[in-house]
T-cell receptor, first 116, second 115 residues
């Protein structure tokens, strides 16, 4: 099946710093990737849709200047949490469709962000 | 507003028994519905999906039932095994204008398999 990877798997940073999380589709190309956020014992909340070669589409209530998304190639999307604060601590998960119009989203293993 | 919700937050079953996880949804415009399994500290894993024009679909040890009249979705796991212990999410998929799909996840049910 299609494989999606994320890097890093865990990151701890100080308040006020920025953190970049990478999402890669390893064996397929993805014009669209998605970024989710998940709090402990909670569901996944869609943050934004990352579109290759164009601007990301953010969900209502998600600050685009806070969560910068770049989808520079068909296999890589990055999420940068800028000026991180403790409330940004969460589990961030990306996903991708292996081809346009496909039904199944493949999810990455997630990145645990802890902001001190 | 639109929502996908689950009836039970935790389900405990004996190994070998069948498990039934339920989900209620409110958006009638969804194209299809998906069940995901998420183990602790990992991303969701696709289990099975069902199109909105179907009422039943079977996979290996799993069956999904869709009742559009009452907007209810269920996942049945036969002969539940310890490896089935995880959080299960239902999700509804909608096609977006201009192409692409968008998933809305339910709140999740923790399945615990007791030996």
């Amino acid at each position: 099946g299609a494989v999606v990877s994320q890097h890093p798997s865990r990151v701890i940073c100080k308040s006020g710093t920025s953190v970049k999380i990478e999402c890669r589709s390893l064996d397929f190309q993805a014009t669209t990737m998605f970024w989710y956020r998940q709090f402990p014992k909670k569901s996944l909340m869609l943050m934004a849709t990352s579109n290759e070669g164009s601007k990301a589409t953010y969900e209502q209530g998600v600050e685009k200047d806070k969560f910068l998304i770049n989808h520079a190639s068909l296999t890589l999307s990055t999420l940068t949490v800028t000026s991180a604060h403790p409330e940004d601590s969460s589990f961030y998960i990306c996903s991708a469709f292996p081809w346009k119009g496909g039904n199944e989203q493949f999810f990455g293993p997630g990145t645990r962000l802890t902001v001190l | 507003g639109e929502s996908v919700g689950l009836h039970l937050p935790t389900l405990s079953v004996q190994e070998g028994d069948n498990s039934i996880i339920n989900c209620a949804y409110s958006n009638s415009a969804s194209d299809y519905f998906i069940w995901y399994k998420q183990e602790s500290g990992k991303g969701p894993q696709f289990i099975i999906d069902i199109r909105s024009n179907m009422d039943k679909r079977q996979g290996q040890r799993v069956t999904v039932l869709l009742n559009k009249t009452v907007k209810h979705l269920s996942l049945q796991i036969a002969a539940t095994q310890p490896g089935d212990s995880a959080v299960y999410f239902c999700a509804e998929n909608k096609s977006m204008a201009g192409g692409g799909n968008k998933l809305t996840f339910g709140t999740g049910t923790q399945l615990k398999v007791e030996l």
